[in-house]
């Protein structure tokens, strides 16, 4: 079975630090995989999705970027963070195909900004 | 564009009882997808259940349906018999196929079982 592995659980940063969260899904091969961001009591929103290695799209202008290494690894990060960066970032994966597929979500990572 | 809308930040309900989540959406696109998921205070996102737009009958998984009304734009999740287990974070989610990789979230209801 497929299993999505996200890391860490929770993350303090000063601001201006660098970022580096890491997403790895176990158990397929060629998934689709996004990075959301939840401010707290909010829904979803999409950061990033990339439907194959080397190939990120970018939803939301931000001082945020995405990298897919390899087939089954998203990488979230940033140079410089900034204290709007705070909130709930959750990895998920789904198939390609058929659009009826849903997304599965990791645990997420809470990131708080001092 | 698309866009989810759930009216109720809040609901309550007794346990054993069922209770009723809104979802409304809006899309120009005919072929489209629903998704509810379950977000407990722990934070991880579970799927619950899927309705396409093409699909003749409300979709049901266990305890949860999906009162699916196609002309009003409404798919509803109703949760039978709840439990102090189903407090938690509801979103309807849509997935239309012209963004075929993308899902777009409503704000969410916070379920609570009162016991």
């Known amino acids: 079975s497929q299993t999505i592995h996200q890391w860490p659980a929770t993350l303090v940063q000063p601001v201006g630090s660098p970022l580096s969260l890491e997403c790895t899904v176990e158990?397929?091969?060629?998934?689709?995989l996004y990075w959301y961001r939840q401010a707290a009591g909010r829904g979803l929103q999409l950061l990033f999705y990339s439907v194959g290695i080397g190939q990120i799209s970018s939803e939301v202008p931000q001082n945020l970027s995405a990298s897919r290494p390899q087939d089954r690894q998203f990488i979230l990060s940033s140079k410089k963070l900034l204290l709007s960066d705070s909130g709930f970032y959750l990895c998920a994966w789904s198939l390609g195909h058929p659009g009826n597929q849903p997304q599965h979500f990791g645990d997420g990572t809470r990131l708080s900004i001092l | 564009a698309q866009k989810i809308t759930q009216t109720q930040p809040g609901m309550f309900v007794q346990e054993k009882e069922a209770v009723t989540l809104d979802c409304t959406y809006d899309t120009s696109d005919p072929s489209y997808g629903l998704f509810w998921y379950k977000q407990p205070s722990s934070g991880e996102m579970i799927f619950l259940i899927y309705?396409?737009?093409?699909?003749?009958q409300n979709a049901t998984e266990g305890r949860y349906s999906l009162n699916f009304q196609k002309a009003r734009k409404s798919a509803n999740l109703v949760i039978s018999a709840s439990q102090l287990g189903d407090s938690a974070m509801y979103f309807c989610a849509m997935r239309t196929s012209g963004s075929a990789r993308q899902l777009t979230f409503g704000s969410g209801t916070q379920l609570t079982v009162l016991p």
């Open positions: 309705q396409g737009s093409y699909d003749q």
């Open positions: 158990g397929t091969s060629n998934p689709n």
